[in-house]
């Protein structure tokens, strides 16, 4: 059996790749430990069914997601793990002295091979850097980079990791407010650049007045107030994999034409303000209406309909609406809501 999973890279999981192979994986527990009860239709009768699995495929990033390895390091080999026998390149180049000169020819370019990569790895990497649509794609890479205002300092650590570390050195949870401020210092302290001083002075102001706001992870927090809106394919201070409907838990709600949502780590004042004018006004139709209702209808509600409005309290059911209130009285509500709105 071949069991094929496909995540597009948007849309993977990333750190939470546990939780999205865990039914998976409590089901290869049951198949090897306990079995399942099949039928040979062979010997016609019932055999105990066992599997493992033996192999998975993917690609580099995604063998590192799967694997828990990081593969962004210099013991990027999850097989070798600390065996892995890899050098550090200069200035961050991908090849040791850059062998790769793209105004040289093919064969040139080949014959340049690093002493320490095999040949036919060094011919398909060649191979692949003159196609003209990586070429193409090497170019705008460039020109993004030019416009790279901020580089983090998290190095080959992933971010998921960093947090891990900076919750256990704080004792509590770390927001995107600090996460960003930490991985844009170097060692000494200092910050990456005076842009990044500024926006890191503004999250420690920030941070110093409302001390809630260290652990804050919403799109108002202190790097949302100064980034603004997020993608939709990443958020800022979360590390690769991770996005808004991920690290916010984003709940939206239509309540008659007005829309207001919930996030968590955030609260908004004027949401549930709004909100529970609605419902007072709604609370003030239902009883309008059901008082029109209970007088039309001799002072009492019929049985069937005091059970769907209120199913759990008949008293209520019989209170609701004994100012036997008329038609103008529940058509002056609504617009006495509209108007309040306006």
Not at 61 to 66: A, K
Not at 108 to 119: A, K, Q, S, T
Request: hydrophobic share 35%.
């Amino acid at each position: 059996m071949i069991l094929s999973m496909i995540i597009p890279g948007k849309l993977a999981p990333g750190n939470n790749i546990d939780v999205y192979l865990q039914p998976l994986i409590k089901e290869l527990n049951e198949m090897w430990y306990d079995g399942v009860r099949t039928l040979d239709s062979s010997k016609n009768e019932m055999f105990t069914l066992k599997a493992a699995l033996m192999w998975t495929i993917s690609d580099f990033p995604g063998l590192g997601t799967l694997s828990g390895w990081n593969t962004y390091t210099g013991l990027a080999c999850s097989t070798c793990k600390f065996e892995t026998d890899s050098c550090r390149l200069k200035n961050g180049r991908k090849w040791k002295g850059n062998p790769f000169d793209p105004t040289l020819s093919k064969n040139e370019i080949v014959n340049n091979r690093p002493e320490n990569v095999p040949l036919d790895h060094w011919v398909k990497f060649v191979e692949y850097r003159l196609k003209p649509e990586t070429m193409e794609m090497c170019k705008r890479n460039k020109e993004a980079r030019k416009k790279q205002i901020f580089n983090h300092t998290c190095g080959a650590m992933t971010f998921a990791r960093k947090r891990h570390i900076l919750t256990l050195e704080a004792g509590k949870p770390v927001g995107r407010g600090p996460m960003w401020d930490m991985t844009h210092k170097r060692a000494d302290g200092k910050y990456v650049n005076e842009e990044a001083q500024k926006i890191g002075e503004k999250i420690c102001n920030h941070i110093a007045e409302n001390p809630d706001a260290y652990s804050e992870i919403s799109p108002n927090d202190i790097v949302g107030k100064i980034f603004g809106k997020e993608h939709s394919g990443r958020v800022r201070g979360m590390g690769m994999g991770v996005v808004p409907t991920i690290a916010f838990k984003h709940t939206t709600t239509r309540l008659s034409g007005m829309e207001f949502g919930s996030f968590r780590g955030s609260t908004s004042s004027g949401s549930s303000a709004l909100v529970n004018q609605k419902l007072a006004t709604m609370e003030a139709q239902m009883t309008a209406l059901v008082g029109y209702i209970k007088a039309k209808e001799g002072g009492s509600l019929p049985p069937e309909l005091a059970a769907a409005l209120f199913p759990n309290d008949t008293q209520q059911a019989s209170n609701v609406g004994n100012e036997s209130p008329t038609p103008n009285d529940i058509t002056r509500s609504s617009d006495e809501s509209n108007a309040r709105r306006s």
